[in-house]
Structures are given as C-alpha cells and as structure tokens.
C-alpha cells in the first residue's frame, strides 16, 4: 500500500518562511506522474496551491505566484513546497496530492497525505 506522508508544516510569523516535503513509499511504485499541494481552512473546499508534472512544468494558484515554489526528486517520489514571505492568509492545512502509476493498476491512482498545519502569525 502506498503511503503519502508529509512534513514541514508549523508556526511561523508573517513575512518568514515555511518549506514543506511529501513523499510517497511503499506498494509497487512504478512512478508518481504530478504531484501537487493543496490546502484547506475550516468550512472552505480544498484548492490547490501548486502542482508539478513529470518533465518539471509546473501551476501555481494566484495566491502562490512569486511567493511559494514546488520542486520533485523523482529519486526519491518527493515533492517540495517553499513558502517565502507567508501571510496571515495562508494559515491552513497543507495536503500532498500524489498521481502514482503502480505495478498492479492499469490507471494511475491518487493518493492524499493527511494533512500538515501551517499557522501564519500576524
């Protein structure tokens, strides 16, 4: 069964900086096509904040442009997120979002981590 685990997340005052780590292990993992982070406040829809596919193209919300970038280690099926100059805004939870091709699937899977808090202090 593959596991989608990520790290990174805390406290940190407006105008510091945050870097977030996903990786996926375990199951038959043939490789991860995009990988991406999500995130997620109380009462509101999970939306994206920044995805990266397999040749490095990657999407950043309008809230993430010139602030955050995503970056993969195919090596290692991991995906980082580096959060600079943080708002009070961004406090949410942050998800990992994994597409893993596998060896017994005939289409790709996604996969979610569980979550990690990121709190923005004013």
């Known amino acids: 069964q593959v596991q989608v685990v990520e790290s990174g997340g805390g406290l940190v005052q407006a105008g510091g900086s945050l870097s977030l780590s996903c990786t996926a292990s375990?199951?038959?993992?043939?490789?991860?096509?995009?990988m991406g982070w999500y995130r997620q406040t109380p009462g509101e829809q999970r939306d994206v904040v920044a995805t990266?596919?397999?040749?490095?193209?990657?999407y950043y919300a309008d809230s993430a442009k010139d602030r955050f970038t995503i970056s993969r280690d195919d090596s290692k099926n991991m995906v980082t997120l580096q959060m600079n100059n943080l708002k009070s805004d961004d406090t949410a939870v942050y998800y990992c979002?994994?597409?893993?091709?596998?060896?017994?699937?005939?289409?790709?899977?996604?996969?979610w981590g569980e979550g990690t808090q990121v709190t923005v202090s004013p």
């Open positions: 375990g199951g038959s993992i043939k490789r991860v096509n995009s």
């Open positions: 990266i596919g397999t040749g490095g193209a990657s």
């Open positions: 979002r994994m597409v893993v091709v596998e060896e017994q699937r005939v289409t790709p899977y996604i996969y």
